[in-house]
């Protein structure tokens, strides 16, 4: 994924697009973690999925120049829950905004799905627009990072919408996502400059309540030929280099919602050191973030996000569901589940 694209000077107008509206303001909550939200509760085989849910439709700028569908994958934890309020996870997915999929069953997804819906969350998984290859020179552009947000906003939108029919706890709504899905979820928590979009459901609030990020950033550093050594991990030989304006991390400011960060130091598509300058700028204006270090892990480091002998996932895990005030929240029912 290009970190270029969040933070370039240039940007594609389109002549069609309304002015678009602010975003609102997101909400921190109580800090209040919950036990029963971060040990598993339903068994996988009890999960079941909703698929291809349409929740918009936008403009792309792109490719052929035409409103886009915009579909959704939903994964519920189990016909035995009967709780009337469920917390929700979207997630969006990683591919350099060229690529990547939705899918709630298959691929890469797979792991943070299963997870977090077999410990009482909803997750509702996105596709939101991509740049087709003819395009590609987009990428060196502010366009990609700032409509996939949008497209995101409409998503949580949606969740907004769906709240009666499918039990959802809108005042506790966490995104996420991994390589552009957390550069996106970042964009979404902290980049003040980035709108509401028209993507769709436009009467609902797309505030959220927490951020999650797998080898994310908000500085414009990435594909690069080496790491360096600690403690600052400095990259060298990057194709996207950093210079300003292209570093957005001073963004995240006095009261922003909370963020759990994973990322491994051997990272050479998104550089930890960026990780680091995140984490510097939270202490800095005092947003709780939590920056799990894995050391010599690479890009989207899954075997020891999702390890549960490895220190990290019972921590990742803890933080976002005291971001979330999960603690007054109503714990997943554990009748007739198998351990």
């Given amino acids: ?175 996420g996502g991994d390589s552009a899905g957390a550069i996106t979820a970042m964009a979404y928590g902290f980049a003040k400059q980035f709108s509401d979009g028209h993507s769709g459901n436009a009467e609902y609030d797309s505030s959220i309540n927490s951020v999650i990020a797998v080898s994310g950033s908000m500085q414009d550093l990435a594909f690069c030929k080496s790491i360096g050594d600690a403690p600052g991990y400095e990259p060298e030989g990057c194709t996207f280099n950093g210079l300003q304006p292209g570093d957005l991390t001073d963004q995240m400011s006095v009261g922003d919602v909370p963020v759990v960060m994973l990322h491994g130091t051997a990272d050479t598509i998104v550089p930890y050191s960026g990780a680091i300058k995140v984490d510097a700028q939270a202490q800095k204006v005092g947003v709780r973030l939590e920056l799990l270090t894995i050391p010599g892990a690479q890009h989207v480091p899954y075997p020891d996000v999702f390890n549960e002998d490895e220190p990290y996932f019972l921590k990742w895990l803890t933080h976002v569901s005291g971001s979330l005030n999960l603690a007054d929240a109503e714990c997943p029912s554990v009748s007739n589940v198998v351990v």
């Fill in 1 to 175: 994924m290009v970190l270029r694209v969040i933070m370039g000077v240039a940007s594609m107008a389109c002549c069609t697009e309304a002015p678009n509206p602010p975003a609102p303001a997101n909400l921190v909550l109580p800090w209040g973690p919950a036990d029963c939200f971060v040990t598993k509760t339903f068994q996988d085989s009890e999960v079941f999925f909703k698929k291809d849910i349409t929740y918009g439709s936008a403009y792309n700028p792109f490719g052929k120049k035409e409103n886009e569908i915009l579909k959704l994958d939903v994964a519920f934890p189990s016909a035995k829950d009967t709780r009337s309020m469920r917390p929700v996870l979207v997630w969006i997915h990683g591919g350099a905004y060229l690529g990547g999929d939705k899918d709630v069953e298959n691929g890469e997804n797979k792991q943070m799905i299963m997870t977090m819906a077999t410990r009482g969350y909803v997750v509702v998984s996105i596709n939101y627009r991509l740049v087709p290859l003819p395009s590609v020179k987009a990428l060196n552009t502010t366009k990609p990072p700032q409509i996939a947000t949008e497209d995101a906003r409409a998503a949580v939108r949606f969740v907004r919408k769906m709240a009666s029919e499918w039990r959802l706890d809108t005042g506790r709504i966490v995104v």
